[in-house]
């Protein structure tokens, strides 16, 4: 495991940008980090790092290096796991990201129901943005991620809406959602770009990090909201919120499934992801309106 530490040490480098903070993360002293990396570079025969005045920066030749070496401690690690897991030292772990939504409410019971299927598997959920998942996935930091837009296996489909309070000043009736202020989340969430993409000229009074969030100021009556109709259906029938009709929703959103491909992923991992793509088993988790609602509706691109 020579070469694969000092590999490592290499991208704690890259990623936190001094010998210093890289030698803290990997437990070892800043001399020892240093000739880890310069018998790197003697075996690579080039000069992969040079510092500045506050950071150390990857050269040309640790630029080409870097996404292979991310490449090469993700496949040791997936190596060691499928062994582990064939030998019965343990029963495997399987890591997963996903957005919000998903992690709240697609999630959980299908989740449950694999731990009771396998209740020896480890299960890691990173709960973040598509893009992150995505880069997260590239290196290795996880083995499957639900994503919102096309690219992967398709999963589910999830309906944005627009809801209010039924008792607030911004009543379903009467609201116009053009010009009514909307309580959002910020730039760069999935629904927030639905948002400024079908309602552009849509006021924003309030930029919230949680779906929890948003529906506590709706319901007080600051502004309407454009969610997941998932994530309402409970207030939605407890009456403490209110469907807003309007010719663009709901915006269909799809889901989708990516990976590394399937040969590359640990046994739990690939257990999980037959789970999720099982037609009964996804039914457990597809949203309880589908897609067969009446009115027009906005298939998502993005």
Known sequence: MV???RLRHFVLVADLGTLTAAAREAHVTQPALTASIQRLEAEMGARLLARGHRRTELTAAGTALLPRARAAMAAV????????EVMGLERGSVRLGAGATV???YLPPLLALFRQRFPRVQIFVRETVTDAIVSALERGELDLGVITRPGGEPWLDDELVLVTSPTGPYRPAAVE??????????PGSTTRDMLDRHFPRAQIVME???IAAVKGNVRAGVGIALVSRRAVERDLRAKVLALIRHPVTPIVRPFSIIHRGEERMPPAAAAL????????????SAPRSGSRGSGRRARSRG
């Open 3 to 5: 070469v694969l530490d």
């Open 77 to 84: 690690e997936a190596g060691r796991r499928a062994v582990t």
């Open 103 to 105: 992690c709240t409410y």
């Open 177 to 186: 959602a053009e010009t009514a202020p909307f309580v959002s989340f910020p």
């Open 208 to 210: 919230l990090a949680g």
């Open 273 to 284: 992801y037959q789970m999720l793509l099982d037609p009964a088993v996804r039914e457990i």
